[in-house]
Every structure is written in structure tokens, then in C-alpha cells.
């Protein structure tokens, strides 16, 4: 079990250090950082990343009993893909917040409240699912209190605009923002899901692979003897 919670931690450590540093270096960028935020380029860390997930929660698989189902070996799986998944989400959450309350004179509780506001708002929901729910439709969102609390009419502003130049309803434009959005996120979720599986199953044969050298090896032991 220790060896579970070792390489889940592990490896949410280092989705949060690839997300601090992709909101740090790389999306401030003018024009390409936006772009780069837009596409979720950084998750393209899920790859590496649950691939060592799911051979490490595979591989720790030998310390079980060769008896243990393999449905009750797959629950650490279940529960880790989403843990580490979403985790880069909530970071992004905090460090949004971390940065309107650094631009601004208010403490951290009022800027949560006023963030919940406009997240309501925008997609009905506050908190973390507020966040990553607006954020299929604005990637970028407001970076000081006073974009903050214009953000639903900054929108509505912006996509009467397109209206105005490409005749098309504003529902329209909602529509293919928010579904673009979602299927990147899913084009996602649905890699590391995949990516965690396959080597999820690559650790559980390495495990077994090592239970049988150490049987063949115990019994070549007594009959040196």
C-alpha cells in the first residue's frame, strides 16, 4: 500500500511541477502562450506521466498475494487516474486565484467569493468545477478584479462582435467554443486513461514475471543444498 501511495504522489508532484511551470513560463508568452494555453499543450505531459503511473501502481501489484483479484489490484488504478488527472485543474484553480488576489488589495476570501461570482456567472457552477467548466470556454481567463467583474460582459461584448461581422448567432459561437473545448478535454482524459491502462497491465505482468524468478529461484536454492 505504501508503494501505491508513493508513486500516486510522486506522480501528482510532478503534474504539478510541469502545470506551475507551463503557467509560469510558458502561457505568458504574448500571442503563443495564449495559443499554447488554448490547445492544454502541457497536458501532453499525461503520456510520460501516467504511463509511469500505471506501471508503478502494476508493478507494486507484487507485494499482493498472487491470490488478490485482479479487480481489487485495478481499485488503486481507478482511484488515482482521476486523483492525478484533475489535480493539475485544481492547481490552475489556485494559482488563478493566487493571481487576481496578487493584483489586487483584497484578501484571499474575498477574491474566492468574487471569482465564484463571475464563475456562477458564466457556466452556473462555482469552485473547482466552476473553473473547469468556464474554462472549455475561455481558456484565458480575467487577470485582475476588474476584468473579473466584467468577465459575462466582456463575453457577451465579444461574441455580439462576431455576430456583427459573421451573421452567425451568438449561441452558435457558445456552441462550438464550449464543444471544442470539451473535446480537447476529453482527447485528454481519454490519452491518459488509455496510456495508464496499457502500462497498468505491463506492470502486473513484470510483477508476475518477478514472483516466478523468485519461486524458480527458491527452489534451485535447497537443491544446491
Same mark, same amino acid.
Do not use: C
Given at each position: 500500500?505504501?508503494?501505491?501511495?508513493?508513486?500516486? #504522489?510522486?506522480?501528482?508532484? $510532478?503534474?504539478?511541477?510541469?502545470?506551475?511551470?507551463?503557467?509560469?513560463?510558458?502561457?505568458? &508568452?504574448?500571442?503563443?502562450?495564449?495559443?499554447?494555453?488554448? &490547445?492544454?499543450?502541457?497536458?501532453?505531459?499525461?503520456?510520460? /506521466?501516467?504511463?509511469?503511473?500505471?506501471?508503478? &501502481?502494476?508493478?507494486?501489484?507484487?507485494?499482493?498475494?498472487?491470490?488478490?483479484? /485482479?479487480?481489487?489490484?485495478?481499485?488503486?488504478? &481507478?482511484?488515482?487516474?482521476?486523483?492525478?488527472?484533475?489535480?493539475? =485543474?485544481?492547481?490552475?484553480?489556485?494559482?488563478?486565484?493566487? %493571481?487576481?488576489?496578487?493584483?489586487?488589495?483584497?484578501?484571499?476570501?474575498?477574491?474566492?467569493?468574487?471569482?465564484?461570482? $463571475?464563475?456562477? %456567472?458564466?457556466?452556473?457552477?462555482?469552485?473547482?468545477?466552476?473553473? =473547469?467548466?468556464?474554462?472549455? %470556454?475561455?481558456?484565458?481567463l480575467p487577470a485582475t478584479v476588474a476584468e473579473l467583474e466584467r468577465m459575462a460582459e466582456d463575453?457577451?461584448?465579444?461574441?455580439?462582435?462576431?455576430?456583427?461581422?459573421?451573421?452567425?448567432?451568438?449561441?452558435?459561437?457558445?456552441?462550438?467554443?464550449?464543444?471544442?473545448?470539451?473535446?480537447?478535454?476529453?482527447?485528454?482524459?481519454?490519452?491518459?486513461?488509455?496510456?495508464?491502462?496499457? =502500462?497498468?497491465?505491463?506492470?502486473? $505482468?513484470?510483477?508476475? $514475471?518477478?514472483?516466478?524468478?523468485?519461486?524458480? %529461484?527458491?527452489? #534451485?536454492?535447497?537443491?544446491?543444498?
Amino acid at each position: 500500500m505504501l508503494t501505491v501511495v508513493a508513486v500516486t #504522489v510522486a506522480v501528482i508532484g $510532478a503534474r504539478f511541477l510541469v502545470t506551475w511551470a507551463a503557467e509560469v513560463f510558458l502561457h505568458p &508568452l504574448p500571442i503563443l502562450g495564449g495559443w499554447l494555453k488554448s &490547445l492544454e499543450i502541457a497536458e501532453l505531459s499525461v503520456i510520460v /506521466l501516467f504511463a509511469f503511473l500505471g506501471f508503478g &501502481l502494476g508493478s507494486a501489484t507484487r507485494h499482493l498475494s498472487v491470490k488478490t483479484p /485482479l479487480g481489487l489490484r485495478a481499485i488503486a488504478l &481507478l482511484v488515482a487516474l482521476p486523483l492525478v488527472f484533475f489535480s493539475s =485543474y485544481w492547481l490552475r484553480h489556485q494559482l488563478w486565484l493566487s %493571481q487576481l488576489t496578487a493584483e489586487s488589495d483584497l484578501t484571499r476570501q474575498q477574491i474566492t467569493t468574487l471569482a465564484n461570482q $463571475a464563475l456562477v %456567472q458564466q457556466g452556473s457552477s462555482k469552485g473547482f468545477w466552476g473553473y =473547469y467548466t468556464t474554462t472549455t %470556454q475561455m481558456p484565458i481567463l480575467p487577470a485582475t478584479v476588474a476584468e473579473l467583474e466584467r468577465m459575462a460582459e466582456d463575453q457577451k461584448w465579444f461574441r455580439s462582435e462576431l455576430t456583427r461581422f459573421s451573421g452567425i448567432e451568438p449561441g452558435v459561437f457558445s456552441m462550438i467554443f464550449e464543444g471544442a473545448g470539451w473535446g480537447i478535454r476529453l482527447f485528454y482524459m481519454a490519452l491518459a486513461f488509455l496510456t495508464g491502462l496499457i =502500462y497498468f497491465f505491463k506492470g502486473l $505482468a513484470e510483477a508476475d $514475471a518477478a514472483r516466478l524468478r523468485r519461486v524458480a %529461484q527458491a527452489k #534451485v536454492a535447497p537443491s544446491k543444498l
